[in-house]
């Protein structure tokens, strides 16, 4: 949280973007990201300049990963870089405040669905989260895509 405090004093702008379990396991992890993306782009791209002319500045996007993004509010560009977040400070900046912003969610979702685990694992998949998900069940904050551990062998459909 320390470095998330640095790194606010010094921003220019930025939004956090929640995209719900529901519209993942509908759209997909990448359908997801593109939505958030576009959701935390400016509404309104005009901004004054020195001579208090309005004129229009359009956000340019950087991106962690290797996305051909499809944005859908006006940019001048976008770069997606794969390890963009070890490459260009503004990405590891953005990449820090998103975990922080997530961590801090799972520890309040940590007490809203007790037993899980949420507040030390973070929601990642690990050992002791799938056991929590064994012993009870799936939440409404589940990813139920990530979640295909959980099901029975031959408990898949048949089209037979």
Same mark, same amino acid.
């Given at each position: ?63 962690? /990963?290797?996305? #051909?993004? !499809?944005?859908?509010?006006?940019? &001048?560009?976008?770069?997606? @870089?794969? +390890? ?32 899980? /685990?949420?507040? #030390?694992? !973070?929601?990642?998949?690990?050992? &002791?989260?799938?056991?929590? @998900?064994? +012993? ?25």
């Amino acid at each position: 949280m320390e470095l998330r405090k640095e790194i606010l004093k010094y921003v220019s702008y930025y939004r956090v973007i929640f995209v719900s379990a529901s519209f993942i396991d509908r759209f997909n992890i990448n359908q997801a990201i593109f939505y958030g993306m576009n959701r935390s782009l400016p509404t309104d791209s005009k901004q004054s300049d020195s001579k208090n002319d309005r004129k229009e500045n359009k956000p340019y996007l950087l991106a962690d /990963g290797n996305y #051909k993004l !499809k944005i859908t509010k006006p940019i &001048e560009g976008y770069l997606s @870089l794969p +390890k963009g977040d070890d490459l260009i400070p503004s990405i590891s900046a953005a990449s820090i405040l998103a975990k922080t912003y997530r961590d801090e969610y799972m520890e309040k979702m940590d007490s809203k669905y007790p037993g899980y /685990g949420f507040a #030390k694992h !973070k929601g990642y998949g690990t050992e &002791e989260h799938q056991d929590a @998900l064994r +012993k009870l069940g799936i939440s409404p904050i589940h990813r139920l895509s990530f979640c295909k551990f959980l099901r029975k062998e031959g408990s898949e459909p048949s089209l037979f």
